[in-house]
């Protein structure tokens, strides 16, 4: 990484959160390691960087324990398993992060080492079906890796091939209004592949949910505001606003999205407005749609999810973090 | 429809796949957490030490536009009014000023500028030795990390007092 900093140019100039340094680092150690898979299956999940997020907001303060990303994880396997899948997990003890950022950052040559490295595991373990949770993930398994032979979905897609059925809710569950968010790179960024009629299909099928759309989407979507994580300022949290206040228009009581950045960016202006228990500005939860869905369906999570004492209580935002 | 279908599956870790998802589960948040305690170490060390650099405002160039100002987050810049003389009249015009105490040398102020007034230099104590900022008499980097450490020790203390491990930049990337 010393030689090919760059001077110059996006890689240089914006103050990269620690996450990039730690994702960096993965990719300079490329021997593979010895690997032992519990359960081997032909289709396997990938749950993307996930944790690290969540490590990554608590360390900023930017929203801890409102956000939770590590429960696309566990939703994740807990849809795999309701339509009958037993997935075998690509998770991040062997795998690299799949180079997304690295990639749209201008660090081609790190990407190209992730790249390299991640597609011979996948090549070794024999996976025919790529299920990735992550919007980002998805589209560059697809687009960007070379995997031959391997069907790389979105999480959406593969459950609605397969048939999800949310079981009836409970009489006394009340209708919510729900409003999905279009990941740029899991929609209007693919030119084949665009997943746009999945998740929708799957919202519907929640029987108290009604899917309302936003003033923009689809194609026409608007940005979550940031893209990966590369910066953060005024602008940003505008755009990020103006993209809240959507859902405010019509009056979601969920604002779901397909992606763990826009579920960041979203979640951190959502706790930024949170000034005092009951003077919201932003009335709705923001959540993964494998959460959303995943909470429909009876039973616990099967990875037990990831349970931490201090996230039932999540600190006001401002210097003291709520307290006194 | 689930193949192995216990439901209630909280207390059962009987069933062998429901142990390796939570084996899983659980090595990962561990991972993401072990990995990011290098992380931690480098950027609170950055921010406290700072980077080796300072910002340095050239006045000729500055035009007072306060986005630096606006932009530092750690107050270190002051917007002043200076006078100019020229042989014709004399004038005041508002100028961007480095405190250099307050200074970590994020560069941030360099981003912003619009007109490239402001440029990084080394503090001292401080050098460029292979388009990086290290510390002035720093041993050069080893390149593999446990061997050259001793050997590397030997001629370090005669050049500055810092043990070599004291170095940011090299335990971070």
Not at chain 2, 131 to 145: D, E, K
């Amino acid at each position: 990484m010393a030689v090919t900093e760059t001077e110059y140019g996006p890689g240089r100039t914006i103050p990269h959160p620690v996450m990039f340094r730690v994702l960096d680092s993965e990719a300079e150690d490329t021997t593979i390691p010895e690997i032992k898979v519990v359960h081997k299956a032909e289709v396997a999940y990938y749950p993307g960087c996930v944790d690290y997020y969540d490590v990554e907001m608590q360390f900023s303060h930017m929203n801890y324990g409102d956000t939770n990303h590590g429960i696309i994880f566990d939703s994740s396997i807990k849809l795999l398993r309701a339509v009958g899948i037993e997935p075998m997990v690509l998770d991040r003890s062997f795998m690299k992060c799949c180079g997304h950022d690295q990639l749209w950052q201008g660090k081609v040559d790190v990407f190209e080492k992730m790249r390299d490295y991640n597609t011979r595991i996948i090549k070794m373990l024999g996976v025919k079906t790529l299920v990735t949770s992550c919007a980002e993930g998805y589209r560059t398994f697809r687009l960007d890796y070379k995997l031959d032979g391997v069907r790389v979905v979105h999480i959406t897609q593969f459950l609605y091939e397969r048939g999800l059925r949310i079981p009836p809710q409970p009489e006394t569950a009340r209708k919510v209004r729900v409003a999905y968010q279009d990941p740029c790179r899991s929609c209007r960024q693919m030119p084949v592949g665009a997943v746009y009629e999945e998740p929708r299909e799957l919202i519907k099928r929640v029987d108290n949910a009604e899917l309302v759309e936003l003033k923009t989407f689809r194609a026409d979507a608007q940005c979550c505001g940031v893209a990966q994580m590369m910066y953060c300022n005024d602008k940003t949290k505008g755009l990020t606003r103006k993209r809240m206040d959507e859902a405010t228009e019509v009056q979601a009581d969920y604002l779901l999205t397909a992606c763990p950045k826009c579920l960041t960016h979203f979640g951190c202006l959502h706790h930024e407005n949170r000034w005092k228990p009951g003077e919201e500005r932003y009335g709705y939860k923001v959540m993964d749609i494998t959460q959303f869905l995943a909470e429909r369906l009876p039973g616990d999570y099967p990875t037990g999810g990831n349970v931490d004492a201090r996230r039932k209580e999540p600190p006001l935002p401002g210097r003291k973090g709520g307290g006194s | 429809m689930a193949v192995a279908a216990p439901p209630p599956a909280a207390p059962a870790p009987s069933d062998p796949l429901i142990q390796y998802y939570r084996d899983v589960r659980q090595r990962n948040l561990q991972l993401a957490k072990d990995r990011y305690k290098v992380g931690f170490k480098v950027r609170t060390q950055e921010f406290i030490r700072g980077r080796g650099t300072l910002a340095v405002v050239i006045d000729d160039i500055c035009m007072g536009c306060t986005h630096c100002f606006d932009n530092c987050a750690f107050e270190s810049i002051a917007m002043v009014d200076r006078k100019f003389a020229l042989p014709e009249y004399s004038y005041t015009s508002r100028k961007a000023v480095i405190i250099e105490e307050n200074c970590v040398g994020c560069e941030k102020c360099a981003i912003v500028c619009p007109v490239d007034a402001i440029t990084m230099v080394t503090k001292h104590g401080f050098e460029v030795k292979e388009g990086r900022v290290v510390q002035a008499g720093a041993p050069p980097r080893p390149l593999p990390v446990a061997a050259p450490a001793k050997s590397a020790a030997a001629p370090a203390p005669s050049a500055g007092s810092e043990p070599p491990s004291g170095d940011p930049k090299r335990e971070g990337d």
